[in-house]
């Protein structure tokens, strides 16, 4: 089993040693007393966002976090969710005949999965409601600041923390969309008091 390439899973090993892949897995439990185990996914991050990370995050927490400022951080972010198989027919029934009617099939067709995309924000003092992005749309910076950041900050999180909005300042991650937002984040600052982190001083997600 150890010549030549290393195999990688248990199809692989039955197919090198020529036996079935239920065998492989009782060799590998039985005999060698191993339980298989699957490794996490994570994104690739190279040198720079490793090292972007340590300075990054750090800063974030010194001048934002530390103490008791955490009540007044806002972080946001979107999410995808896809829809499958909805207001559909079921795929079971129950009976208690023992013969199964050969006519008893679930025709569908194959496609992709609906999904829309939510954006959600936490915050010191609670959750804000969820904002649905319309389907379909180019979300552009434009589109970024007046149906997610205005609606979240200037109404949400405004009347959440009142008069203590001039303490607030709020994340999200270096996406595209929200690159160049940080012309609004004056205007939101001048209006509300709240506080938009620089798009420099937030770590970077991945890569």
């Known amino acids: 089993m150890s010549s030549g390439a290393n195999p990688r899973t248990q199809q692989d090993i ?94 569908c067709r194959e496609r992709f999965s609906d999904n829309m995309m939510i954006v959600g924000a936490m915050t010191g003092r609670g959750v804000l409601p969820l904002i649905k992005v319309h389907h379909n749309v180019k979300i552009n910076s434009a589109y970024y600041v007046a149906n997610v950041l205005k609606p979240l900050l200037e109404d949400g999180v405004a009347k959440l923390y009142s008069e203590d909005c001039s303490k607030v300042f709020a994340h999200h991650d270096a996406a595209s969309s929200h690159t160049y937002t940080q012309a609004y984040a004056g205007q939101l600052q001048a209006k509300t008091g709240i506080k938009l982190i620089a798009n420099s001083e937030i770590p970077v997600t991945g890569c």
Request: with cysteine; net charge positive.
């Open 14 to 107: 039955a197919q090198k040693l020529k036996i079935s892949q239920a065998l492989v897995c009782k060799f590998i439990k039985d005999d060698l007393g191993a339980n298989m185990r699957k490794k996490t996914r994570v994104h690739i991050l190279n040198e720079a966002p490793k090292q972007n990370r340590k300075t990054d995050s750090r800063k974030l927490y010194e001048q934002h976090l530390a103490g008791d400022r955490s009540e007044f951080a806002v972080t946001l972010d979107e999410a995808f969710f896809f829809l499958n198989d909805c207001k559909g027919e079921r795929g079971i029934y129950y009976t208690k005949d023992s013969s199964v009617p050969v006519n008893l099939v679930l025709q």
